[in-house]
């Protein structure tokens, strides 16, 4: 497997699929997910980060993303670095410092959310639906935060084109 997707067929209930598909590698809920038949409880906030548990033990937990330009994951004892190489390309490097993965905001980043490997994975299943989990979040909060600017920025130049007309 080179990439893995996401179905979002069922907005609510996203399935990640190795590259195109058709194999559903996870299906995710609002506050859970299933992985190869077992249920992940999932909690994450931009400001604390991310966390998965399976049967009350901590299996994935990631550093803040909100702002940050490196985030700390560990996944089952394996440690990985999130990098955001610029506003929209991060790369995902190993404990070793060695790039295992790539993902980016740019061309509909946060739509299609490919999550792409350095060639063919060896990763562990769980490593890899992680990985794209955390990856996900961070897009998606990098997203938030450019609509939340560009919303404000709007609303600032109404009001500025309004008092131009009233004056």
């Known amino acids: 497997m080179h990439w893995v997707s996401w179905d979002r067929t069922d907005r609510d209930n996203p399935k990640l699929l190795a590259e195109a598909g058709p194999e559903v590698l996870a ?59 610029d506003s929209a390309d991060w790369i995902i490097d190993n404990a070793a410092g060695e790039k295992v993965a790539q993902f980016s905001g740019r061309n509909h980043g946060v739509r299609v959310a490919n999550l792409e490997f350095e060639g063919e994975t060896d990763l562990p299943l769980v490593d890899i639906v992680a990985l794209a989990w955390v990856s996900r979040l961070a897009l998606e909060n990098k997203t938030m935060g ?22």
């Open 27 to 85: 299906e995710f809920g609002p506050d859970s997910a299933l992985v190869d038949g077992v249920r992940w409880d999932l909690a994450a906030t931009p400001v604390s980060g991310a966390v998965a548990c399976v049967d009350g033990t901590e299996l994935v937990k990631s550093g803040p993303w909100k702002g940050e330009r490196e985030v700390p994951l560990m996944v089952d004892g394996r440690q990985y670095l999130l990098v955001n190489e």
């Open 146 to 167: 450019s609509s939340k600017a560009l919303i404000a920025t709007l609303v600032l130049l109404t009001i500025v084109a309004v008092l131009v007309l009233i004056f």
